[in-house]
Nanobody, 117 residues
Framework: VQLQASGGGSVQAGDSLRISCTAS????????TGWFRQAPGKLREFVAA???????VYVDSVKGRFTISRDNAQNTLYVEMNSLNAEDTALYYC????????????WGKGTQVTVSS
């Protein structure tokens, strides 16, 4: 199982950015997959997840601004991030859940998102 995040970059506050995660080595459509992030000096935190039925969950701080989606034909997970602010600056990781929503068993390398105010 491999997960590879991409699409990070440096943006201005208020901008939008979409990052992607390409999966391989497993039946991507069968599993919940999610995004986590870790800012400097902080613990890794959950951001959003989507299950095999397309149901989504978000951390409160991104509700209404971030949209997680998946393209099972392309084995790709996305998160569209709008109205970005400096607090969204972090290394963003994608991860697969082997069981339920939060049983993350495989992690990809992160992609950096930097928001300048």
């Amino acid at each position: 199982v491999q997960l590879q995040a991409s699409g990070g970059g440096s943006v201005q506050a208020g901008d939008s950015l979409r990052i992607s995660c390409t999966a391989s080595g497993h039946y991507f459509s069968n599993y919940a997959t999610g995004w986590f992030r870790q800012a400097p000096g902080k613990l890794r935190e959950f951001v959003a997840a989507i299950n095999s039925k397309g149901t989504t969950v978000y951390v409160d701080s991104v509700k209404g601004r971030f949209t997680i989606s998946r393209d099972n034909a392309q084995n790709t997970l996305y998160v569209e991030m709008n109205s970005l602010n400096a607090e969204d600056t972090a290394l963003y990781y994608c991860a697969r859940s082997g069981v339920g929503w939060y049983g993350m068993d495989y992690w990809g390398k992160g992609t950096q998102v930097t928001v300048s105010s």
